[in-house]
Structure formats: C-alpha cells, structure tokens
C-alpha cells in the first residue's frame, strides 16, 4: 500500500526557516511527479510547488524564491526547504504523489499533513 508521512513542520517566527520531508513507501519517488500543497481552516487547499520525474519544478507566486522543492530517489524522500517564512505561510502542509512521470494536476496519494505556523 502506498503511504506518504509528512514531517518538520513546527512553530517559528518571521523570517526564520523550516524543512520539510516527506516519506514515502510502496513505490519508488523516481518514477512520479511529487508535490506539496498546503491548506489554511476554511480554505480550499493550494499549490506550492511540484517536481516531475525529470526535472520542471515550479512553484505558486507565493512561494517562488522563498521555498525549494527537492527529491532523494535514493532514501525515497521529498523535500521543502522554506526560508524567509511569513504569518501567512501558516497552514497545514501536505505531500502529495501522482501515477505519471509528469506533473498534470492529477493526484491519487496524499498524506496526513504536518503544521507550520509563523508567528511574531
């Protein structure tokens, strides 16, 4: 069965920075688009960044040149380097795997969501 577990998120202040990873088991992370998105209560969720199988990494106009999306194939993980974080960064953060190399906003695997809030 396909599983993806969430971890690093946490309390920090404006400014400061946070990783987060991504463990995936049941199938390899070489092979698929990956992505993460986050959700803030009462709001529909939203994309932060993806990675294709080969490469194209994008990100949301929030994101861009703050966060860094990355993968190890070989640990079978996914990343989110997230420096210079803001109040409105706080949400819960998920990754999230789809079935095809590229990234198509098809997503069939999700996991259970690690919090992130910045606060002064």
């Known amino acids: 069965q396909v599983q993806l577990a969430e971890s690093g998120g946490g309390l920090v202040h404006p400014g400061e920075s946070l990783r987060l990873s991504c463990q995936m088991s049941?199938?390899?992370?070489?092979?698929?688009?990956m992505g993460w998105f986050r959700q803030v209560s009462g709001q529909e969720r939203e994309e932060v960044a993806t990675m294709g199988a080969y490469g194209n990494n994008k990100y949301s106009d929030a994101a861009k040149g703050r966060f860094t999306i990355s993968r190890d194939n070989n640990k079978n993980t996914l990343h989110l380097q997230m420096n210079s974080l803001k109040p409105d960064d706080t949400a819960v953060y998920y990754c999230?795997?789809?079935?095809?190399?590229?990234?198509?906003?098809?997503?069939?695997?999700w996991g259970q969501g690690t919090q992130v809030t910045v606060s002064s």
């Open positions: 999230a795997a789809a079935t095809a190399a590229y990234c198509s906003n098809a997503w069939s695997y």
């Open positions: 049941g199938r390899a992370t070489r092979y698929y688009c």
